[in-house]
């Protein structure tokens, strides 16, 4: 069995339902975490839980703010735990035509601002540009591992 996540009549991710499931687990817990909602729900066939809508609207809205909560944080631990939840997140929103931003490191420039979460010292500038050079290797690796 697979899942559906579908934009309109599109769709954007065909995964199995372990796979399905996983990610829709982690959507809930950055869902709570940036509180702001993911944008993906019961689709046009109700009553089939593996058929999902992809609001691009709110995911959009969603994955930009994933992003900049993933670039901003510092901590090793944290990165490790979410960066194949975000590459994914960012890949599904590449599929649907959403613009993802990476932050620009660059002078005077902290990626996604603030850092939080931050237990080892060292060059913001260096880690942010390493974050965002991995963020986007990895969605890019996501979106061939992708099934459609």
């Given amino acids: 069995m697979s899942m559906y996540f579908d934009m309109g009549d599109e769709t954007l991710w065909n995964p199995?339902?372990?796979v399905g499931r996983l990610f829709l687990r982690e959507a809930e817990v950055?869902?709570?975490e940036l509180k702001l909602p993911a944008g993906i729900g019961q689709g046009?066939?109700?009553?089939?839980?593996?058929?999902?809508e992809?609001?691009?609207?709110?995911?959009?809205?969603?994955?930009?703010?994933?992003?900049?909560?993933?670039?901003?944080?510092?901590?090793?631990?944290?990165?490790a735990l979410s960066e194949g939840f975000v590459a994914t997140a960012v890949a599904l929103a590449?599929?649907?035509?959403?613009?993802?931003?990476?932050?620009?490191?660059?002078?005077g420039h902290v990626?996604?601002?603030v850092q939080?979460?931050?237990?080892?010292?060292?060059?913001?500038r260096t880690a942010s540009a390493a974050i965002v050079t991995t963020l986007d290797t990895r969605a890019r690796e996501m979106d061939r591992?992708?099934?459609r």
């Fill in 16 to 18: 199995s339902n372990g």
């Fill in 30 to 32: 950055f869902e709570a």
């Fill in 44 to 52: 046009r066939y109700w009553g089939d839980p593996d058929t999902l």
């Fill in 54 to 79: 992809v609001d691009p609207a709110v995911y959009a809205e969603f994955t930009r703010g994933l992003v900049a909560w993933h670039c901003r944080t510092g901590n090793p631990v944290i990165l």
């Fill in 94 to 107: 590449r599929r649907a035509g959403i613009e993802v931003e990476t932050p620009e490191p660059g002078p």
């Fill in 111 to 113: 990626c996604g601002g």
């Fill in 116 to 124: 939080r979460d931050a237990q080892v010292p060292g060059s913001p």
């Fill in 145 to 147: 591992w992708m099934a």
